[in-house]
Structures are given as C-alpha cells and as structure tokens.
C-alpha cells in the first residue's frame, strides 16, 4: 500500500516582542509551494514585519546587516528552506520550511 504524503509548510519566526510557529498542511506539493511562496513575498513587503526592512524595494537583500539562507533556486530540491537573520539584532529571525511527511 502506497503511503500518502502530506507537505508541511512551517513558519518559525521571532521578533523583539514575541516569537512563534505558523504551520500550514497541504495535500499536494503544488499548493504547498505556492504558500511556501506566498510567505516569502509577504515577509519582503508587508509593514508589519520586520523582515521587509531586510529588502529593498526590487526585493533585493540588504546584506550589510541581514543574512539570507535558501535553497529556492535549486530545481532539483524537493524539500525548501528560507531562513532570513538580522545580523545586528539576533532575536530578529524567520525560518521557513517545506517538509514532505509520509503517513503511516
């Protein structure tokens, strides 16, 4: 019997004033991607947080003072990451992820 998969896409963020854990859970890996997506561009351009600040108004990275790990460019990679860090300020970071769980 085949097993299924489920595509978890999990937000561990913190800021100065509070930190937490958004987790999403999606049946196929194109819905998945999409939010994991959808997470990124609103991490670059809300107000509200504080990870926009790490982008200019292209989207590019402010490198001086923030730190960018990502494996999104990677075509062959099944499970992503996106992990933005302020380099001055260490309570300032997001973690995104896109895992694929099997279930038993």
């Not at 590019?60 to 990451?81: A, C, G, R, S």
Request: with cysteine; aromatic share 12%; hydrophobic share 35%.
């Amino acid at each position: 019997m085949k097993k299924q998969k489920i595509y978890v896409v999990q937000l561990d963020w913190a800021n100065e004033d509070d930190e937490g854990v958004l987790i999403n859970l999606f049946t196929t890996r194109e819905k998945a991607v999409e939010k994991f997506n959808a997470i990124i561009q609103e991490e670059k351009t809300l107000d509200w947080y504080w990870s926009k600040d790490a982008f200019d108004k292209d989207g590019n990275l402010d490198t001086e003072n923030y730190e960018l790990q990502t494996n999104i460019d990677n075509p062959n990679t099944l499970e992503l990451y996106w992990e933005l860090r302020c380099i001055g300020n260490y309570h300032l970071h997001d973690s995104l992820q896109l895992l694929i769980k099997e279930l038993n």
